[in-house]
């Protein structure tokens, strides 16, 4: 079978292209409205504006400026556009398991068992982490998804169902997130596309006036021979209102270092930014501070991580005392001395009982209240093993009997067996 690769496995939501180059959000196809709301007004810009206005000015072909301009500054917006969502945003790859340091026993929890109240020690995990931030300490969160712990201004996209550093929001018309490695680029495209706008609504409106000039007529004549240059006029001012809205926010969140999950948090919870660093610092750190290199290899083959066991939970038996008068422990360990005791005592009295009737025999006294001790010893012992046995009930549920207690038992019958029958002789 063959090895598969990092974005083959991807548990996000992401869509990849060119095995792994380029990756997208899962609504990479609202890229293509996009695309098509910008190229289009520029070809018709170009073929019914910029066309007619090369030879309108006073040097021969300086009006073809017009066209490659306009050409040149679309492509310019296009590559940012790609920049913006073919790139990773920021994403911090995800934990096979909890992160096992932040785990914490915590024994004051009592635990009701057999009726008895027993302190167990119960897993403990938190939420929430405290940092230190410029000096202030700040909260973050635990991401049940990414099992990890969120670094200060990050959060999780519930579209591409990722985690993404300094996470500003998931923007639709890009089909990708903006986070910290592609927030630079998204504002230099929303920015261009604004210039794009102005320019074009610009020379549609001079494109106009050299119409009223070319024919002494009003503007509504002249709105009549170029109607293009009348709809890319509205075009442009619909859409400046979008853009351009969108590039002052984003001039205001540079400024203040925000981002615009912050802004809307701030306000509603009436935070200070802990991160704002002065407006000259602020631009420097999104203009001009080099992209960190993504965290993520999406092209590397995959290697799936081995499960590492938990650690044992090993809780204290308290004592007896502690536990409130419970003993059952304590007379089971008796129990089980109690037994050895008993093999050990069998052993010797029957060493001891054929050594006497071996003298006894060569004198020639038999008795016969040997045998009866005897056979006391030997129903007395089963009576104790019986208890033993029922002891053992207890712990297990079950009525099994040591395989060594049976031959025990089963040598001491043979011993006596053999001693009752040299009695006999």
């Known amino acids: 079978m063959a090895a598969k690769r990092v974005y083959q496995v991807w548990k996000g939501s992401n869509k990849f292209i060119f095995g792994g180059r380029l990756i997208f959000g899962p609504d990479a196809r609202s890229l293509l409205v996009t695309l098509l709301l910008i190229i289009v007004p520029v070809i018709i810009f170009c073929v019914f504006v910029a066309w007619h206005l090369r030879h309108e000015f006073s040097s021969y072909n300086s009006g073809y400026a017009i066209l490659a301009v306009a050409i040149l500054f679309t492509i310019h917006v296009l590559v940012l556009l790609c920049l913006t969502s073919s790139r990773d945003p920021g994403i911090i790859p995800r934990n096979s398991h909890p992160p096992e340091e932040e785990f914490r026993y915590d024994s004051s929890v009592s635990v009701d068992v057999g009726g008895v109240g027993r302190q167990t020690p119960s897993l403990q995990f938190p939420r929430t982490k405290d940092v230190m931030v410029n000096g202030v300490t700040i909260r973050v969160k635990y991401c049940e998804t990414c099992m990890l712990y969120r670094p200060p201004r990050c959060s999780h996209c519930s579209i591409c169902n990722n985690c993404v550093e300094r996470f500003d929001h998931h923007c639709p018309w890009v089909g990708q997130c903006i986070g910290l490695r592609n927030y630079r680029y998204f504002f230099m495209f929303v920015s261009s596309a604004t210039l794009l706008c102005i320019y074009v609504f610009s020379l549609s409106a001079f494109y106009i006036k050299v119409l009223m000039d070319d024919y002494d007529g009003t503007v509504w004549k002249a709105m009549k021979e170029s109607p293009a240059s009348v709809i890319l006029m509205a075009y442009c001012f619909i859409s400046l209102w979008f853009v351009g809205g969108l590039t002052g926010f984003h001039l205001y969140l540079i400024g203040t270092n925000q981002t615009t999950y912050e802004n809307f948090r701030y306000r509603a919870d009436g ?155």
């Open 271 to 425: 935070r200070i930014n802990v991160f704002n660093r002065g407006c000259l610092n602020n631009f420097l750190e999104v203009f001009c501070t080099k992209v960190k290199p993504s965290r993520n290899n999406f092209r590397a083959f995959f290697q799936e991580e081995v499960q590492r066991p938990m650690a044992p939970v090993i809780a204290r038996e308290r004592e007896p005392d502690e536990l409130g008068g419970d003993r059952r422990p304590k007379v089971e360990d008796d129990l089980d001395i109690g037994e050895d005791l008993l093999k050990i005592s069998q052993r010797r009295n029957i060493e001891e009982l054929d050594e006497d009737i071996r003298s006894r025999g060569s004198n020639g006294q038999p008795h016969t209240s040997e045998p009866d001790s005897i056979m006391s010893s030997d129903h007395r012992a089963p009576t104790i093993r019986s208890d033993a046995r029922h002891s053992s009930w207890e712990r297990s549920g079950s009525w099994e009997i040591a395989q060594e207690v049976l031959a025990n038992s089963n040598i001491t019958e043979s011993r006596n067996y053999v001693t009752s029958k040299e009695m006999r002789q």
